[in-house]
């Protein structure tokens, strides 16, 4: 299994342009999430999913846009990006929630914004 | 607020040394407690996992200790080797009755450094 893939690994992208980040699980896992690690601060969730067809918003969603078509696959959409989008993006997946499941994470994207 | 505070900030120690990492939690209500180690560049990955009733569990070299009545935990690394050097991140889990989800709130993380 390769686990959780991310890409591109690096962006770099201007004020207003729009990307899409995105991520793969091959561990047929029905949750997965998108986090934000801005340098020195702890991760913070963007959006999750708990199965295809089915996503909520986190405690960062503002700027950002998901969907899940299928169970493998999670895009995160960043419409027009700005500067206070500069961070590191993981992804994310458990088989189950978060009762007692481990979360496997992906690589990153780092995304700079100027 | 549901806030995770760890420990110190960074810790340099010399290759075999013994070390202990520190998480404090004020996150309710409370359901698991979670240690990640994220070597620079990567992406975190699982130490252990703690729920309410466990007050120790061991993953080879790391051993993580919960005192749920002082929302308190450790992270103990024994015989430490260059390759422990990352950040080790707390995560405390809040479960939302009603809908049954679950809330994470991930620590800054304290980075480890180990020299030969």
């Known amino acids: 299994n390769a686990g959780v893939t991310q890409t591109p690994k690096f962006r770099i992208l201007k004020i207003g342009q729009s990307m899409t980040l995105q991520c793969t699980q091959d561990m047929n896992h029905n949750y997965m999430y998108w986090y934000r690690q801005d340098p020195g601060m702890g991760l913070k969730l963007i959006y999750y999913?708990?199965?295809?067809?089915?996503?909520d918003k986190g405690e960062v969603p503002n700027g950002y846009n998901v969907s899940r078509s299928t169970t493998e696959d999670f895009p995160l959409r960043l419409e027009l990006a700005a500067p206070s989008q500069t961070s590191v993006y993981f992804c994310?997946?458990?088989?189950?929630?978060?009762?007692?499941?481990?979360?496997?994470f992906g690589p990153g994207t780092r995304l700079l914004v100027l | 607020k549901n806030q995770v505070e760890q420990s110190p900030q960074s810790l340099i120690i010399l290759e075999g040394k013994n070390c202990t990492l520190q998480?404090?939690?004020?996150?309710?209500?409370?359901?698991?407690l979670r240690w990640y180690k994220q070597d620079t560049g990567r992406g975190p990955v699982s130490l252990t996992i703690m729920t309410f009733s466990e007050n120790t569990k061991s993953n080879r070299r790391y051993t993580a200790t919960l005192d749920a009545d002082t929302k308190q935990s450790s992270l103990h690394i024994t015989a430490s080797q260059l390759s422990d050097s990352a950040s080790y991140i707390c995560v405390v889990t809040a479960h939302r009755s009603g809908a049954g989800s679950y809330q994470l709130t991930f620590g800054k993380g304290t980075k480890l450094s180990v020299i030969p």
């Open positions: 998480c404090n939690y004020t996150v309710s209500p409370f359901s698991n």
């Open positions: 999913s708990v199965g295809a067809g089915i996503t």
């Open positions: 994310a997946s458990s088989y189950r929630g978060l009762a007692s499941e481990t979360q496997y």
